[in-house]
């Protein structure tokens, strides 16, 4: 197997940065938030857009994976080299 590079450790080292940034700025947020009473159909309607976010996600993200298996997305890719015409 081979070792990581050294640019590969600074993207690594940044992103890792990025993410405890991003961590505490979000935990900071909802401590400050800590006041706000949200109803019974507040929570209800956070869990079901979360849920339906998921599933439209995956679902896409499937369809894209199954489109580039069948080879449908070969038709559009304008970047492949076609064939000269004969004659």
Known sequence: MKRPGAGQLAILAVLLVILIVTAVWAVS???A???AVMSTHGWIALGLGTF???LIGCGLMALMFFSSRSGHDDAADPFRKRDPPAG
């Open 29 to 31: 947020v909802w401590n």
């Open 33 to 35: 938030a800590g006041d």
């Open 52 to 54: 339906f976010s998921l």
